[in-house]
């Protein structure tokens, strides 16, 4: 599942009138790129969620037939449902295994072949990379590939991860983060975390992007 619906007001006046997920690196739209790496990496089916101008990335990516991927759709309308409850609508559409989630405003170089099975007692796996300049401090530290929060968090969360459906049990579909649910599974020892080395980007305001061009 590639989320795509945050309004991108960060990234205004270029988001206006676009999507974020739609702006241009290197030739292409972001989404696009995540596409392609899906693709190769041996995947075949996509949920991607929209809100802001979504029906923009509807006309852009089609069914996904142009990038050897079925791509389905998950409208939010005006009011994006953040990360917990736009995953929670989707949960229909993603079936009752454990799913990639990629935000669409990231760029990296991350090879999604190297994505790992869930063990049956984890509930996520979080893909981390360290903590850019911009940030304050991090979101998370990894010790023996166990994610933990403690006073010192090293590493930012990269936007890829996977989940096990069961991380949303009981919930409605309405605005809310998967953070508490996240922050709860990581009490219990129930999320591991790799380590991402290669290149990675969070495309949050127009200088990003221009530093990425």
Known sequence: MILAAGYGKRML?????????LLH???KALIEHHLDNLAAAGFKEVVINHGHLGHMIEDTLGDGHKFGLSISYSPEGPVPLETGGGMTKALPLLGESPFLIVNADIFCDYDFTRIPT?????????????TPDYKTCGDFSLRDGNVL?????TLT?????IYHPRILNGAKVER???IPRLRKAIE???VRGTFHRGHWSDVGTPERLLQLQ
């Open 176 to 178: 809310f983060s998967i």
């Open 157 to 161: 969360y990269s936007g890829i991860a």
């Open 149 to 153: 929060e403690d006073e010192s968090p």
């Open 13 to 21: 006046p270029l988001t206006e009138k676009l999507p974020k997920p």
């Open 188 to 190: 219990s020892g129930r």
């Open 25 to 27: 690196v290197k030739g």
């Open 118 to 130: 869930l063990d049956i007692d984890v509930d996520a796996h979080l893909v981390l990379v360290n």
